[in-house]
């Protein structure tokens, strides 16, 4: 069964960066495809981005497009999701997942002054 | 553009059946889709991926209380038997442009 445990979270002033790690274990990590969401205070679950499993193809929601940045080794059995230039929008949990078939307890990230 | 609908909430008694509905917008009846849990402060679960003929494969462990069925762009899940700990948050998800997800249904056991 995929274990997935994210870090990297915390308090961050808008217009700072944080970056996101996922690390996985007890399963083939190379072999899935990966992908990031959020989950906002109250709200339900949005798609952010998802990464192949070579990381030959790449793609963000329109809101994060430009600002964060997936990505993974394979090797390290790991995920990370760079977010630059945050707003107060991106606070949210922010959840990795296996093909949305497996997925971590998730990381607080709050965007605030 | 695809839109998944799924009603806000349900409720149901200990014990009983409740079946949870997603809609898939016009034109797009043909889509799967996937069923998430979410038990209070915990991440997602998923449960199953299911297809528009009503196949569907479950994750693991998720135990046979857990059903679901199509129909048009209808998607349901159905779970029989009701306990305490299935009070949650279901979300569907399918696949399109954006990997859209309906807003959830709040599950209730009475």
């Known amino acids: 069964e995929v274990q997935l445990v994210e870090s990297g979270g915390g308090l961050v002033k808008p217009g700072g960066s944080l970056r996101l790690s996922c690390a996985a274990s007890?399963?083939?990590?190379?072999?899935?495809?990966m992908v990031w969401v959020r989950q906002a205070p109250g709200k339900g679950l949005e798609w952010v981005s998802t990464?192949?499993?070579?990381?030959?193809?790449?793609y963000y929601a329109e809101s994060v497009k430009g600002r964060f940045t997936i990505s993974r080794d394979n090797a390290k059995n790991s995920l990370y999701l760079q977010m630059n230039s945050l707003r107060a929008e991106d606070t949210a949990v922010y959840y990795c997942?296996?093909?949305?078939?497996?997925w971590g307890q998730g990381t607080l990230v709050t965007v605030s002054s | 553009q695809l839109v998944v609908t799924q009603p806000p909430t349900a409720s149901a008694s200990l014990g009983a059946s409740v079946k949870l509905t997603c809609t898939l917008s016009?034109?797009?009846?043909?889509?799967?889709i996937s069923w998430h849990q979410q038990q209070p402060q915990k991440g997602p679960r998923f449960l199953m991926k299911?297809?528009?003929?009503?196949?569907?494969n479950k994750g693991d462990g998720i135990p046979d209380r857990f059903s679901g069925s199509s129909s048009g762009a209808e998607r349901y899940l159905t779970i029989s038997s009701l306990q305490s700990e299935d009070e949650a948050d279901y979300f569907c998800?399918?696949?399109?442009?954006?990997?859209?997800f309906g807003g959830g249904t709040k599950l209730t056991v009475l």
């Open positions: 998800q399918t696949w399109d442009t954006g990997i859209p």
């Open positions: 016009s034109g797009h009846s043909t889509y799967a």
């Open positions: 007890g399963s083939t990590f190379r072999n899935y495809d």
């Open positions: 990464i192949t499993r070579s990381s030959s193809h790449i």
């Open positions: 299911l297809n528009s003929d009503g196949s569907h």
């Open positions: 997942a296996r093909n949305f078939e497996g």
